[in-house]
Nanobody, 113 residues
C-alpha cells in the first residue's frame, strides 16, 4: 500500500498563491496518473486537476488558467501551484494515486477576502 502525504496548505488572501505538494512512499507513483481533488464544506469532492505518467494534464473549468499541476518522478512528488486564489477555492485538497485508488489525508486551504 502506498502512502500519500500532502503539505503546503494554509491561509491566504484572495489573489494570493499557494503551492501544494504530495509525496508518495512507493515507486508505483511513476506508473500512475496523479490527481488533486478538493472538497468544500457541504459539497461533494471534485476533481481539480490530473497529470498522466507522460505529463499530460487536465483541469477543472473553475481552475483552468490559474492552477498548474506538475510532477517530479525522481522525488515521487506531485505539485499543485495555485495562483489568483479565490474565496471559492477554500476546501480540503486531497492527493489521489489512480492506480491503487489511494488518497492522502488532505490539506486545508482557506482563502480570505
Amino acid at each position: 500500500q502506498v502512502q500519500l502525504v500532502e503539505s503546503g496548505g494554509g491561509l491566504v488572501q484572495a489573489g494570493g498563491s499557494l503551492r501544494l505538494s504530495c509525496e508518495a512512499s512507493g515507486l508505483i507513483f511513476r506508473l500512475s496518473t496523479m490527481a488533486w481533488y478538493r472538497q468544500a464544506p457541504g459539497k461533494q469532492r471534485e476533481l481539480v486537476a490530473d497529470i498522466s505518467i507522460r505529463g499530460s494534464t487536465t483541469y477543472a473549468d473553475s481552475v483552468q488558467g490559474r492552477f498548474i499541476i506538475s510532477r517530479d518522478n525522481s522525488k515521487n512528488t506531485v505539485y499543485l501551484q495555485m495562483n489568483s486564489l479565490k474565496i471559492e477555492d477554500t476546501a480540503v485538497y486531497y492527493c489521489h494515486l489512480l492506480t491503487l485508488d489511494s488518497w492522502g489525508q488532505g490539506t486545508q486551504v482557506i482563502v480570505s477576502s
